[in-house]
């Protein structure tokens, strides 16, 4: 090749880069799947109607790493819904930028949706699963239940490493919701957990992927199981299952955030989004989609009383809730997976 | 045009050698002509070969060089690198240490740089990732002398085991990575020691992987062996419909497959309700076969099976018939003239398989991830997870550096003894 025809190529390409940078959309990154179907319907199609501002979106997986490819390049997502780890990383690095909140208002938030560089759009939680049909006289109410083979003979399954199978070993050991990562802080506590754990071990087995759970329980491959509580949810509604979630035994929750990348070009219709998504009535609307709860503290109150007890944030749920502490995993995450590995793996 | 060369060269020069036609010694003439034939030969696998540098050397060359790099700690806490070489080690470092450290994290705070840092130490220490981020966010407004102001926010700091890491983390290169593999750590001290017991992972797993890669390819042998002596003395009708029943699950997709397994092996599945529907177990009593080592080995033996029947099946084809009649004349019985006579003419589709299986099953993912539950999993699982999850690519090149290392030296050790020019493929 000449050149000239190299450096025509390479204006040809710069154009291109050019105009697809000038023509572009809002973009907002969610998970796909159904529950970006239903984003869509409640969210992004009235943000246009209403705004004329046209959104373009895409889908990811998570990973610090696909983040930090989006924000290093030229300017091409602009919201995107994380996960806490992206959360706190992206923020520390400054990939994601601080939210305006006083215009959000700090105190319309669930205390947990507050961070300073996202707000919690969703509230999902790691529950206690078991199939009702197969427990004609009652389930499983407690993790005690859980780590009881006497009483509820038969599998169980956990998701494979250590996050939140530590939290619920120390629950069904005795320890009050509340104090849960106070006795996780010792040593002893680690201990605690997973002599509680190995306790049932031979009755264990683990889960690595969120649709595994229904799955292991419709199939009767285990009698319980942790799940997230939108897959069971889904499986009862799409496949006419009889699945309970045993809130009262104790549950751990998480969220997922709106960010910005400081990467965007677009910082005012970005957050001019997330006001218009704010809003406790339009929050409202996605649980009957999708059981996912809204992170607005007013729209637990707005949302359908038929689906509000499947929702994590329900205020008939939330005291036996556990807000997943993200500052221990993030210090302790490598020793405890180790030792979670080397103890599973025996 | 060298055979040309050759048929006209008839003259011999005074000194005794060769010539040809135009006058240039033969000698000459033929290494240029054979100088030629290289470089076409050459030319022709040039694309091939910057194919496979570009796609294949040099990724994995790099990807190995992430087990020793180590540039954290010296690109992002530059002067505190600089500053702490003068340490020690005795007690805290001097108020000079203290202070790089402060400027570095002013300069870093709001760019990924602490993010990074924190990452790195906390793989080494569990705690250093909150602790540098409260230390940078902190950084702007403390107030010299910093010794005493950063101890007294964050004990942390006023501990010499902080300030070992960091000093041994403050070159370039590491070997971190190699002794974490090998479920080593250093201690307080800077001695290279065990892990503790309930956190040793790493060398049990690769003992693991190389059992079951060893029981998956002597059950691969012992399966196909028979199915390809079949094969190979059949009708070629009978022939080729064996042959398509082992290529044919070789066609579907390796998830479907798998996932079949997980039906077959599950505790309320085929294999377990043909059971209990016959009474050989109770209801109760169910067998746990899949989500452990039993499902890998089942699986993955399965999966890899038509790669020891095909090198088998190749090698038996070659094999006339008449020796083994040859035997039988000779007075050999059925059994020692097929031991003695027929299976040694195997070896090379024997090892051939073999070391195809073997190699296969030492790396492989998906199957095990899938159906190993967790004391199914393998090493390459792990590498997965540290590059996926974790995103600590440093211990996931180490790991994959060592695997890779004992494939070498397996191979290696496999041609010194047994030669790899008798393998067969087909």
Same mark, same amino acid.
């Given at each position: ?20 940078? @000038? ?96 707000? &919690? ?9 078991? +199939?009702?049909?197969?427990?004609? /006289? ?5 993790? *005690? ?15 494979? #490493?250590?996050? @939140? ?7 069904? +050991? ?7 990562? /106070? ?14 754990? +190995? ?48 809130? &009262?035994?104790?549950?751990?929750? @998480? ?27 339009? @929050? ?63 | ?39 076409? *030969? ?72 602490? #993010? ?44 010499? &085991? ?13 070997? %971190? ?5 090998? +479920? ?75 996932? %079949? ?22 209801? /109760? ?63 090379? #589709? ?33 590498? *997965? ?25 397996? =191979?290696?050790? =496999?041609?010194?003894?047994? &030669? ?7």
């Amino acid at each position: 090749m000449s050149v000239t025809l190299i450096r025509l190529a390479a204006l040809a390409g710069v154009a291109l880069v050019a105009t697809t940078a @000038q023509a572009r959309d809002l973009t907002i990154v969610s998970w796909g799947g159904a529950y970006q179907d239903a984003q869509r319907e409640i969210f992004f199609e009235p943000f246009t109607a209403e705004t004329g501002i046209a959104i373009t979106e895409d889908s990811w997986n998570g990973g610090i790493g696909a983040l930090r490819a989006r924000a290093e390049g030229p300017a091409a997502w602009d919201i995107v819904q994380v996960e806490t780890d992206e959360l706190v990383l992206g923020c520390e690095e400054g990939i994601i930028v601080p939210l305006d909140w006083d215009v959000l208002g700090r105190d319309n938030f669930l205390p947990a949706a507050v961070h300073e560089c996202g707000v &919690g759009n969703i509230v999902w939680a790691t529950v206690l699963a078991y +199939d009702a049909d197969r427990f004609p /006289d009652g389930g499983p109410e407690s993790w *005690a239940d859980f780590f009881d083979t006497e009483a509820f003979p038969g599998t169980r399954a956990l998701r494979a #490493g250590p996050r @939140q199978a530590l939290e619920f070993a120390l629950m069904g +050991d005795g320890v009050p919701v509340d104090e849960v990562y /106070d006795v996780l802080r010792s040593p002893e506590g680690v201990d605690r957990a997973f002599a509680k754990l +190995d306790s049932v071990k031979d009755s264990l087995i683990f889960w690595e992927a969120g649709a595994q759970p229904p799955q292991l329980l419709a199939s009767g491959e285990v009698v319980m199981t942790t799940a997230y509580n939108g897959r069971v949810t889904a499986a009862n509604q799409s496949e006419g299952r009889n699945f309970q979630i045993a809130w &009262g035994a104790g549950y751990v929750y @998480q969220l997922d955030s709106w960010v910005i990348l400081a990467n965007s070009d677009k910082q005012d219709e970005a957050m001019q989004f997330i006001e218009f998504w704010a809003d406790p009535d339009r @929050q409202a609307l996605l649980p009957p989609y999708i059981p996912y709860g809204p992170t607005h503290v007013d729209a637990a109150a707005l949302v359908d009383p038929e689906v509000l007890p499947d929702i994590p944030s329900a205020p008939q749920n939330l005291p036996t809730g556990l807000f997943f502490d993200d500052a221990f995993w993030v210090d302790n995450v490598e020793a405890l997976n180790e030792r979670f590995t080397a103890w599973a793996g025996q | 045009m060298a055979q040309a060369t050759i048929a006209q060269t008839d003259a011999v020069t005074s000194s005794g050698s060769m010539i040809t036609a135009s006058g240039e010694p033969l000698k000459v003439s033929l290494a240029r002509a054979e100088r030629r034939k290289r470089l076409t *030969a050459f030319f022709l696998v040039v694309p091939l070969l910057i194919f496979i540098l570009i796609t294949f050397i040099i990724p994995i060359g790099d990807m190995a060089l992430n087990s020793v790099r180590n540039p954290e700690v010296v690109t992002y806490l530059p002067r505190t690198a600089d500053a702490i070489q003068e340490w020690d080690g005795q007690g805290l470092p001097d108020e000079v240490v203290f202070e790089a450290l402060v400027e570095d994290l002013r300069e870093g705070m709001g760019t990924p740089a602490i #993010g990074r840092v924190g990452a790195r130490l906390n793989y080494e220490k569990s705690g250093m990732r909150s602790t540098m981020q409260r230390a940078g966010r902190a950084a702007r407004q403390l107030e010299p002398p910093y010794r005493e102001t950063l101890v007294e926010r964050d004990a942390t700091w006023g501990e010499p &085991g902080t300030w070992r890491v960091i000093q041994r983390e403050s070159s370039p290169f590491t070997l %971190s990575y190699f002794i974490a593999a090998l +479920d080593r750590t250093y201690d307080d001290e800077g001695n290279i020691v065990q892990v503790r017991e309930d956190q040793r992972i790493y060398v049990q797993l690769f003992i693991r992987t190389f059992m079951l890669s060893l029981v998956i390819t002597a059950l691969t042998l012992l399966l196909g062996f028979p199915i390809a002596y079949l094969m190979a003395h059949q009708p070629a009708r009978i022939a080729n419909l064996l042959m398509i029943l082992v290529l044919l699950p070789f066609w579907t997709s390796l998830l479907v497959r798998t996932s %079949s397994w997980i039906v077959m092996l599950q505790q309320q599945g085929v294999l377990n309700d043909l059971m209990v529907l016959v009474g050989l177990i109770g209801d /109760d009593g169910r067998l746990l076969m899949v989500y452990n080592q039993t499902g890998t080995i089942v699986a993955m033996t399965h999966i890899l099976l038509p790669f020891m029947v095909l090198p088998l099946y190749s090698v038996m084809k070659t094999i006339p018939p008449s020796y083994m009649r040859a035997a039988r004349s000779l007075g050999a019985n059925q059994w020692t003239a097929f031991w003695r006579i027929y299976v040694p003419q195997t070896t090379a #589709g024997i090892g051939a398989g073999g070391v195809l299986v073997f190699i296969i099953s030492i790396g492989y993912y998906i199957t095990p991830a899938l159906v190993g539950g967790q004391s199914g999993q393998m090493i390459s699982n792990f590498i *997965a997870f540290h590059m996926q999850r974790s995103l600590n690519w440093g211990l996931a090149a180490a790991l994959g550096t060592i695997l890779l290392a004992a494939v070498i030296l397996l =191979y290696y050790l =496999y041609n010194r003894i047994i &030669g790899v020019d008798r393998l067969k493929l087909g």
